[in-house]
């Protein structure tokens, strides 16, 4: 009996000083112990396959072809100009509401707010660790810009900036040129606009 | 006539069924232990050939997991940024870093980043990240908190009682949809099941229970 606890507790020292404790760091790949179908040869996104030369299971878009459902025609919506013009269309194409301002202030802070900072100064937290500070929005030159070159500005891109349309779907384009005008109206109001009873308040 | 067996061998058959009892159950607390995915996958983490921290991106920088993992709202698969989103800010910031080669090479090459993938489900497991995201599961129940890593690890099991777990009782997860992507947001515990009970009701949430609900 003496013999069997002693070998008992030196299997289990054994077994523990192998395999370790649940959840430690490890650099193995996880062992699949019943890989019943676990792996099948079929593609799966962003996953290698030998299949095909440049080894990507995600193929690249044939050249000369668009996906379904993605933005063809010239129509203002798509280009952000006048039909067959290269003249900027001054307000947007899209009925404005507030789930549009609600969405263009959400993707606003996703993709705009790393450089161009919350108040759309250009002060934006990248310009804190190099980077060359990013439009101020609040720059008259840009405040007198029309709608539709913001929106093309986003899609293809200025200066420093790259292009977004591949992160930022047209739609998406439209609700953030949405929610920048918001914000520039809230550093171009002037007394005026507040209503006389409130005045008062205001000055406090 | 003295006995021809031994009187210790009276014993015997006790203490073999003894021993065979006491290693049987050494062997099965042995297996329950390491034959599951809380061991064999937890704590997974892969030398990356970039040493991407998403401390310093979300949790330093207040970057949002969109920004990079743009499908997770709209497809199954969350994906991986390519190149060039990296290089909207590292052609400037950080732009010689020898650590950021593999993404200026892919960049300049057009093939990708080796990233090892790390959460990697059965291939007859189809996990739909837009489907959970969008009814107020966060980040955070799979991933762990994925904002503060250095490295990624597999943070959770990913086993198939991990996934019923919550979908048994998702009033014990789920979130206002405004906090998903806020990995640190902490409701009181008391009041997760109420206000978890109101959001399933709210968005009709019935996680399904079904093989065909995750298998096909």
Redesign the interface.
Known sequence: MRHMILILGLAAVLVLSLAGLRGCASRRPPIEIFPDMDRQPKLRPQARNPLFPDGRSSRQPVEGTIARQAAWDGSPENTGRHPGTTNDVEVLPVPVTPSLLARGQERFGIHCQPCHGPLGDGRGIASRYGMIPAANFHDPRLVRMPDGEWFRVITEGRNQMAAYASQVPAPDRWAIVAYLRALERSRLGTVEDIPEPLRSEWRK | MPGVFPKWTNQLPL?IAA?LA??GA?VAA?LG???T???????????QPVPYSHATHVEQ????C??CH?GVERSW?A??PDA??C???H?????GDPRLAPVRDSMQTG??V?WI?IH?T???VYFHHAAHIRRGVSCLHCHGRVDQFEEV??DQPLSMSFCLECHRRPEAYLRPLDQVYNLGWNTDPARQNEQGRLLALTGDMRPPLSCSGCHR
């Open positions: 203490n021993g006491i290693a050494a042995g232990y390491y034959f995915p809380k061991y064999t996958r937890v704590g997974y983490q892969p030398i920088l207040g970057m949002d969109r920004y743009a698969f994906g991986l060039s989103r290089m909207n800010c052609h400037q910031v950080l732009a093939a990708p080796a993938q990697r059965p291939d007859y690890r597999h």
